[in-house]
């Protein structure tokens, strides 16, 4: 048996090192099997996600691919009334039987100017809880963007100055 396996029965802390986060620590209880892949990245199947320093944030990083890492987030902490209507499809393929043990995120893309990030609401990644499977998904609710703005127009992102008013 390798090493890694054995760390993997015993439920031990591994390493990785991540591009854009350095060395990171997970359990093995931790990984996120994708079978199909993400979107663009069928080649990809183990992940992890690790919290982001700014509270609802976290990152969705393979371990497969040192360079390859996502910020996602919990659509709801932006969007409360998002409901999206995941396939009958994936529902079996993720072999959700139970209509609470899931998880979901959004991938979030972040230009230059972070004001103006946005999120994919139309393909979320679910996770089955009991089986730590995953799989991202395209939803059926058509008013769902694939890049809606996180902040509305205008506000000012956390921490930036505000001039007075008069």
């Known amino acids: 048996m390798r090493e890694s396996e054995e760390t993997r029965e015993r439920g031990e802390l591994e390493s990785f090192h991540s591009e854009k986060l350095g060395w990171i620590r997970y359990r093995p209880d931790q990984v996120l099997e994708f079978p199909e892949g993400l979107l663009g990245f069928s080649d990809l199947h183990r992940y992890v996600l690790i919290d982001h320093r700014k509270g609802v944030f976290m990152w969705l990083q393979s371990l497969e691919d040192p360079a390859v890492a996502f910020l996602v987030v919990d659509p709801w902490a932006f969007f409360p009334d998002y409901s999206p209507e995941v396939p009958d499809e994936d529902v079996e393929a993720l072999e959700l039987r139970e209509p609470y043990n899931f998880s979901l995120f959004c991938l979030v893309t972040v230009p230059a100017d972070p004001r103006r990030m946005t999120v994919n609401l139309r393909g979320p990644v679910v996770v089955n809880l009991n089986n730590r499977r995953a799989r991202q998904?395209?939803?059926?609710?058509?008013?769902?963007?694939?890049?809606?703005?996180?902040f509305p127009e205008g506000e000012e992102a956390e921490g930036e100055r505000r001039e007075p008013r008069d």
């Open 137 to 150: 998904v395209v939803v059926s609710n058509p008013e769902y963007p694939i890049r809606q703005p996180v």
